[in-house]
């Protein structure tokens, strides 16, 4: 895809007299229809997609928007409304474009250290908004303006199965903030307080072919093209007053908005931002769900209705476009005021709505296409200027490289490990770059095996014959959930299966990564048909419904970015500190496992004399222990079934306010877990108080109980094995909110070394 530059063949003409357009209107040199996004605008929109702006907290991106156009030396008036005045006399025009955002703010601390929540709007959103934020990463901002990383609590999909009519995710009586906190002490020695404003955690992503998806992303592009709009502006070309209003508070009453329209009353108005909702679909009966134009339509004019023809401004903006051969078309919007018990302010004689389509508009995943918005600039700049500034070439996004996270410490700490494991991307058969971090993260002296199943097998005893000694086997899994592309459809959607077991909302929605040897493409995982509409639910079979755009728009465009079936995805994640020891991160099942035994092995310090003791990091658990009963197998065949096998994973904990404390119950923070009980296993009770017992002659905080799920540990029991599940307690289990205790990872890897010596 070329870029094309376009620039005005005049230098006389200061200002477009768009009332009367043949003699005086610019036109490009070269067309208008394959522009590409400056390299600053890209910048800048990413940069504001990043920073968190929820309706009425919008300062700090405010403050931002500031130090890029500087130059101009801003005004901010007492609502937080950012504005820039070039020229004088007249005409006096307008260019106008909203930065805030939807989002919560809280509204009470619970005794036990949760936070509770309110919306921000408290309508006007997809029914759908609350349950894109279940199970997800957030920030909260408290007084000292630091941003602070939380989860929201969600259902752990093993605790499931028995329980009749769990709480649902849409409500916000069931919506609770999770920071770290043990109690309401805690949270407010953090300096969190009520009103203090949260926001997913979001980074804009890219996908191929030019588009761009994040949160908020909707509510950003015009400030990007503004602020690039300034950069370019050469003010001694300009006829008259131009304004230039980066306005608050748009999602709650249009205030800035109002407020700018109240003080300033400009003969011309362009607002640019997004187009919203209200206008009927053909066939949808009483939904309305327009505008309903796809990324890549180019720039959009708002009409109040349905099927309006621009007039006044708009039509003289279309011509503009249109003679410049920039790709232009009309969509419904809304009105940018709505309507109140107030009277609303006029809106200028003159004025228009510019914008661009967005895709799964106000979701985690909302999508543009960056050709749409320079489009959208370039206009603007031939509106005001009457030329446009040529721009560098960027090259086409293909994806990201895999993430390199240096060199490892001699001996790494736990987190240490566990940061590194976790951040490292394994789906259930592509355990490749987890193993080769394991491998990486075990002392030199310890020289594991791969097998053909893909497990990672280290033998650490050294029993010599006659020496009576049982043998033990400790497991934990590297996989984790995700999806495998099972083929691409002819629109260049990727379709995908699962691997492994999640619920379909903690991920569709949301940013994806397609993973192959080539390096990690940007993508999102669509939302099933209906999202938008009222009565929306989740299918029942969501294996026929998850679909993953990569930017390709036909099946040749998405093999030339390097996908391919069988690649894995997964959603993008980062292991994230939380009040005190506690953490976030996705995967934590099982990456805390296998960081316990390396841990363990780090502890060991060599190979044990007379001792019968092999560490094993299997594949596939999540597709149904596939790795371990692989060894299983072969163990059992080779006459080496191992006395006792202690299975190192997940005891999926209720510790949240909106699981059951009926089973599940052990705390995070308390100590490692016996999972006395599972869905695969029963562990005899005299070696659930034997493993009690050791604990606690060695110091080591302990728990047990019942819980959901299956374990390695099974696959050997048919043999002759005993399986002894050991683990730690996990809240939201199967979703990006995992949350654990270090000190409990602490006291896993402390317990296994312990078996390991002395069992």
Known sequence: MKRLFFVASFSFLFVLNLSNPEPTHAQASQSLNSARLPNETEHSLKSFVATPAISGYENELAEEIRAEISPFHPKTDNLGDVIVTIGSGAPNRLLVTPIDEPGFVVSGITEDGY??????????????????????????????????????????????????????????????????????????????????????????????YDKMAGASIGDRFGAAALVD???????????????????????????????????????EMIYVGRLTPGGAVAGSESMHRAPRREPGSGILIGLEETNGTPAGLAAELKQLADTNKAPINTDFSASPIPRSYLSLPAMPAKWAHLGIATDWSNTPSELIDSADLASLENLL????????????????????????????????????????????????????????????????????????????????????????????????????????????????????????????????????????????YGAIAELPNGWDGPKFEWPHEPEKAIRLDVGARTIDEAEKLGIKVGDSVTIPKTYRNLLGARANGRSFDDRVGDTALISAVWALGGPLKDRDVTFVWSTGEEEGLVGAAA?????????????????????????????????????????????????????????????????????????????????????????????????????????????????????????????????
Do not use: C
């Not at 349950?131 to 007084?143: D, F, G």
């Open 631 to 759: 060894l299983a197998k072969r163990l059992a065949a080779e006459g080496h079934v191992p006395d006792y096998v202690f299975a190192v994973d997940t005891f999926v904990s209720s510790d949240s306010p909106i699981e059951s404390k009926r089973f599940a119950d052990a705390e995070i923070g308390k100590g490692f877990v016996i999972r006395a009980v599972d869905n695969s296993n029963i562990v005899p009770s005299d070696l659930v108080q034997k493993v009690s017992k050791l604990a606690g002659a060695n110091q080591i905080p302990v728990q047990y109980g019942v819980t959901g799920g299956g374990n390695d540990g099974s696959a050997f029991v048919r043999y002759g094995s005993l399986d002894i599940a050991l683990g730690w307690p996990l809240r939201y289990s199967h979703s990006p909110a995992e949350v654990i205790d270090t000190h409990d990872v602490d006291s896993l890897a402390r317990i296994i070394t312990v078996i390991a010596k002395s069992w």
């Open 381 to 520: 700049q031939l509106y005001a200027l009457g030329n446009v500034s040529p721009t560098p070439s960027a090259a086409v996004s293909h994806g990201s490289s895999h993430r390199d996270l240096g060199p490892v410490s001699n001996p790494p700490s736990t987190e240490e490990i566990l940061r590194r494991l976790t951040e490292s991307y394994g789906v259930s058969y592509h355990e490749g770059p987890v193993r080769e971090w394991v491998k990486q993260l075990l002392p030199k002296w310890a020289q594991p095996q791969t097998d053909e199943a893909g497990n990672l097998i280290l033998r650490l005893g050294t029993a010599t014959a006659g020496i009576k000694t049982p043998s033990l086997l400790v497991v934990a899994h590297m996989d984790e959930i995700g999806f495998e592309v099972k083929s691409i459809s002819k629109d260049g959607r990727l379709e995908v299966e699962w691997r492994g077991s999640g619920e379909l909302s903690f991920f569709a929605g949301h940013p994806a990564l397609v993973h192959n040897a080539n390096g990690d």
């Open 115 to 208: 936070l509770r929540v309110q919306r921000l709007p408290q309508s006007g959103l997809p029914s759908i908004f609350n349950e894109l934020y279940s199970a997800q990463p957030v920030r909260i901002r408290n007084a000292n303006g630091k941003w602070m990383d939380a989860v929201v609590a969600g259902l752990s999909v093993h605790l499931q199965g028995a329980r009749t009519n769990p709480p649902k995710s849409s409500d916000l009586e069931n919506m609770y903030i999770d920071i770290g906190a043990t109690s309401s002490a805690e949270v407010r020695k953090a300096g969190i307080a009520v009103l203090d404003p949260i926001a997913i955690n979001r980074q804009p992503i890219e996908l191929g």
């Open 229 to 267: 709009f300034l950069r370019q502006i050469d003010p001694s070309k300009l006829k008259g007053t131009l304004t230039i209003a980066f306005v608050v508070q748009q999602w709650s009453g249009a205030r800035g908005l109002q407020r700018i329209l109240s003080t300033m009353k400009p003969d």
